[in-house]
C-alpha cells in the first residue's frame, strides 16, 4: 500500500513538476498564517530545503491536493 501510494505521488509531482514549465500562469493569493508557521516555513528556507517560503507553500498545497483530492478519487474509482 505504501509503495503504490508513494509511486502515485512521484507520478503527481512529476506531472506538476512539469507544468510548471509549460507556460502556466500562476495566481498571487493572501493568506494569514500564524507566526510559528512563518517561522517554521523560514527554517526550511535557511535550511535550503526550499528556495523561498512560496514554493515550500506550492509544494504543501500540492501534496494536499494530491492526498485529498486525487488520492480519494483515485480510492472511489478503485472501490
Keep these: 500500500m505504501y509503495k503504490s501510494y508513494l509511486n502515485h505521488v ?3 509531482f512529476m506531472f506538476n513538476f512539469s507544468s510548471c514549465f509549460t507556460g502556466e500562469k500562476m495566481k ?6 500564524p507566526e510559528p508557521y512563518l517561522e517554521a516555513l523560514d527554517e526550511l528556507v535557511t535550511k535550503r530545503y526550499y528556495p523561498h ?5 506550492r509544494v504543501a498545497i500540492r501534496d494536499l491536493i494530491a492526498m ?3 488520492g480519494r478519487e483515485k480510492h472511489v474509482k478503485d472501490s
Aim: charged share 25%.
Design 53 to 57: 517560503r512560496a514554493e515550500a507553500i
Design 10 to 12: 512521484i507520478r503527481v
Design 28 to 33: 498571487l493569493i493572501t493568506i494569514y498564517l
Design 68 to 70: 485529498e483530492l486525487w
